[in-house]
């Protein structure tokens, strides 16, 4: 984290670094931003550091899945003739075709529209998608509960008159029944139930694992894979959540000292909670939030919120209040790597992404985080990703 060096320490902690400890992906929401009919100018796309030598292609598929829900009429325009630009390339012909004829193709229909915040420089994480092991019943081993949605779990923001709900808490999710709308208990409470074999009423029960806090990671990516004893596995991804504010537990075990802005990272979160199972769960129930999730069949990677299929390395979770899902952003940033035991600044990362997914950490305009996909790679990529970049929003070009 040598680039932490630049920023002054007080503004990192308060505004970047402790929203984003263990954020990559708590909470996901439905895209409730709205579509201006402004056009803002741009620069072309071969302008964009980078835009010759990536390889685009990558998102085609992506971009084709995209262009089924596409709504302006510039939008659909590029969407009626990716599919043609695409097949002009013979099954001969490398991917270096598809790239070439992709750039022609989006830089005819866009152009590459700065998003910045007030300090100019933007800041991207990571997430991934793990892998726990477990089973579908409970066993003495398994015994920690992957919740289902509840019965009646209805999100808020979706609702405009909420009778006999005051929401003074601000809760995002409740249950609605009988006409009424409760409020769900906070992790604390859910935990202290099942360690005591009472579970929440009417919420399914998708999986058992070991583990209290790979459940607890499995939250916080809001999707992973459960390896079942029979060779088979079982992928789940967000279904909701209690309505709880997200409290990261990062900013805490800086506070005592635990651990420092130097050193924390999701991995040395999940090292100190492993390496002191007395306090572990009092920490993690200190982020009242606690997500619940659905069986996701017959796909090979995660749904993000934009109702289509991640992409490792090309799916970005951003604000939506700030940039619509479903638009292709350009990131220039860097990965990191790790350098005689200490985390730097690593190859550069200038790529073309579809902002697919949300997040409960990721506020804010010029703020992102690039999904990894799964494997101990795209982990560690996802616990030490905090670099400094910048991002262009591919916007239509001006009639």
């Known amino acids: 984290m040598n680039y932490l060096k630049y920023w002054v320490l007080s503004f990192l902690i308060s505004n970047f ?9 708590p909470t996901h929401f439905t895209n409730h931003s709205s579509t201006h009919s402004i056009c803002t100018s741009g620069i072309p796309l071969t302008q964009l550091p980078g835009w010759d030598t990536d390889h685009q292609s990558d998102l085609a598929q992506s971009l084709l899945a995209d262009c089924q829900i596409k709504k302006l009429d510039s939008e ?58 477990g089973s579908l019943t409970k066993t003495p081993v ?21 009778k006999n709900n005051k929401n003074s808490n601000q809760e995002t999710y409740k249950i609605l029944s009988h006409g009424q709308y409760q409020s769900l208990p906070d992790r604390a409470s859910i935990f202290q139930d099942f360690s005591t074999n009472h579970y929440l009423p009417n ?29 088979q596995s079982l992928l789940v991804g967000y279904a909701g959540q209690n309505g709880k504010k997200y409290v990261p537990i990062g900013s805490y075990l800086i506070k005592i000292g635990a651990l420092t802005t130097q050193n924390i990272s999701m991995e040395s979160i999940k090292s100190w909670l492993e390496t002191h199972p007395n306090q572990a769960q009092r920490i993690m129930n200190l982020n009242p939030s606690f997500v619940f999730f659905r069986v996701l069949n017959n796909i090979q990677q995660p749904i993000g919120a934009n109702g289509t299929q991640l992409t490792p390395y090309r799916s970005l979770a951003v604000d939506p209040k700030y940039l619509n899902l479903g638009t292709p952003v ?27 997914d949300t997040g409960g950490a990721i506020k804010g305009p010029a703020r992102g985080d690039i999904y990894f996909g799964g494997g101990e790679d795209a982990e560690w990529l996802a616990g030490h990703m905090q670099s400094p970049g910048k991002i262009w929003a591919l916007k239509p070009l001006c009639a």
């Open 142 to 162: 398994f015994n920690i509960p992957i919740y289902g949605k509840p019965v009646g779990l209805v999100e808020l923001k979706n609702i405009k008159n909420i």
């Open 330 to 356: 350009w990131l220039s940033t860097y990965l990191p790597m790790k350098l005689n035991s200490n985390i730097q600044k690593g190859v550069g990362f200038n790529h073309l992404l579809l902002a697919e």
């Open 17 to 25: 670094l402790l929203p984003i400890f263990l954020s990559a992906n």
């Open 203 to 231: 919420t399914p029960i998708l999986a058992w694992v070991s583990s209290e806090i790979d459940d607890f990671f499995l939250q916080i990516q809001g999707s992973g894979e459960i390896l079942l004893p029979n060779h």
């Open 76 to 133: 659909k325009k590029f969407c009626a003739a990716l599919p043609s630009v695409l097949a002009s390339c013979s099954p001969t012909q490398n991917n270096a075709c598809e790239d070439q004829h992709l750039r022609v193709l989006l830089s005819q229909y866009f152009q590459a529209v700065p998003i910045v915040n007030n300090s100019n420089t933007g800041l991207f994480t990571g997430y991934y998608e793990p892998t726990l092991t």
